[in-house]
C-alpha cells in the first residue's frame, strides 16, 4: 500500500505487467485499486494542517489561506478500507477524520478551518461575464444577534436618500453561510437622479428577515445609510466572492471587520 502523485509513467508500468502475465495466473496478481484523494478549502488560522493517509503523511502541509491538493491511495491486496486524518502540525489536535473504503470513488475534503474548528466550505460560484456573485458568513460577536436576517444588495443615491434594492439573500442564520446571490454589475459614482447629479455608492444591507429594518434597530447601535455595509467587492467588475465578517462598531456606529475575503 502507498500513496502516489498520479502518473502517466506508473500507469503505463502496471499496464505492461498486467498483459506480460498469464491469464490463467489472476490469483498471482491481484488487481490494484486506487483511491484518488482530493483536498481543498481554506484555512483561516496561524496552525499549518498536516495530512495522513492510513500510515503514510502527505508531504504538502495545508498552510494559511485557499489551499487544494490530489493525491492517490493504493489499497493493499487485503486492505478493504483507508483513514484519512488532517491534524495541526504543532499541537496534533485533531481537525477531521473519515474513513474510505474500495467502493468509493474519491476521498473528498472540502472545509474551512476557523476559531479551531472544521466546517463544510461552500463552493463560490464561478465567475460570469458582467455578474457578481457574493457568498456571506456574518458572526454578530458584539450584539449576539440570533435571529435570521436578509442581506439586501442594492444602490444608495445620496440625493434624495434612496436606497434601491438590487436583490437579496433571505433568512441567513447567523454563523451559517449564505447560498450565493448573483446580480448584474453596474455604476457607481456620481450620476443623475431625477433630473439630480448625486453620489451613488454601492451597498449591502443586513435586514431583519423579512423587513426593511436594520437589524441593529432596538440595540445600542445605529446603520449608517453610507458608511455601515457588509463587505462587498467593486460593483463595476465581475467577481465571485465568499466573505465571513464579523461586528467592529465604533462607538455606537455599527460598522463590520471582514475575517476571511475569498
Given at each position: ?67 487544494k491538493q490530489g493525491s492517490a491511495f493504493t489499497f493493499g491486496e487485503h486492505q478493504h478500507t483507508v483513514k484519512v486524518s488532517i491534524t495541526e502540525e504543532s499541537s496534533g489536535k485533531l481537525v477531521l477524520e473519515k474513513e474510505f473504503t474500495k467502493q468509493d470513488s474519491v476521498a473528498a475534503f472540502n472545509f474551512l478551518y476557523m476559531d479551531g474548528k472544521a ?144
Amino acid at each position: 500500500m502507498k500513496v502516489c502523485k498520479t502518473s502517466w509513467l506508473l500507469t503505463g508500468i502496471v499496464a505492461f505487467v498486467l498483459a506480460a502475465c498469464n491469464k490463467d495466473n489472476d490469483n498471482l496478481l491481484y488487481k490494484k485499486q486506487v483511491l484518488p484523494i482530493v483536498i481543498s478549502g481554506y484555512n483561516a488560522t496561524q496552525e499549518a494542517l498536516t495530512v495522513k493517509v492510513d500510515t503514510f503523511y502527505l508531504s504538502t502541509r495545508l498552510g494559511g489561506g485557499s489551499f487544494k491538493q490530489g493525491s492517490a491511495f493504493t489499497f493493499g491486496e487485503h486492505q478493504h478500507t483507508v483513514k484519512v486524518s488532517i491534524t495541526e502540525e504543532s499541537s496534533g489536535k485533531l481537525v477531521l477524520e473519515k474513513e474510505f473504503t474500495k467502493q468509493d470513488s474519491v476521498a473528498a475534503f472540502n472545509f474551512l478551518y476557523m476559531d479551531g474548528k472544521a466546517s463544510n466550505m461552500p463552493e463560490k460560484p464561478a465567475v460570469e461575464k458582467e455578474k457578481i456573485s457574493l457568498v456571506y458568513m456574518f458572526i454578530p460577536n458584539i450584539t449576539q444577534y440570533s435571529e435570521p436576517v436578509d442581506f439586501v444588495i442594492g444602490k444608495y443615491f445620496v440625493v434624495p436618500k434612496v436606497f434601491e434594492e438590487v436583490t437579496r439573500i433571505k433568512n441567513v442564520k447567523p454563523n451559517e453561510f449564505s447560498p450565493p446571490a448573483t446580480f448584474s454589475t453596474f455604476l457607481t459614482g456620481r450620476q443623475e437622479y431625477n433630473g439630480v447629479i448625486t453620489s451613488v455608492s454601492f451597498q449591502v444591507r443586513i435586514y431583519k428577515t423579512g423587513t426593511n429594518t436594520p437589524y441593529v434597530d432596538g440595540t445600542a447601535y445605529t446603520w449608517n445609510d453610507i458608511s455601515t455595509s457588509a463587505p462587498k467587492p467593486a460593483a463595476s467588475v465581475a467577481a465571485s466572492k465568499l466573505y465571513i465578517f464579523s461586528e467592529a462598531p465604533s462607538g455606537n456606529l455599527m460598522r463590520f471587520f471582514t475575517r476571511l475575503d475569498y
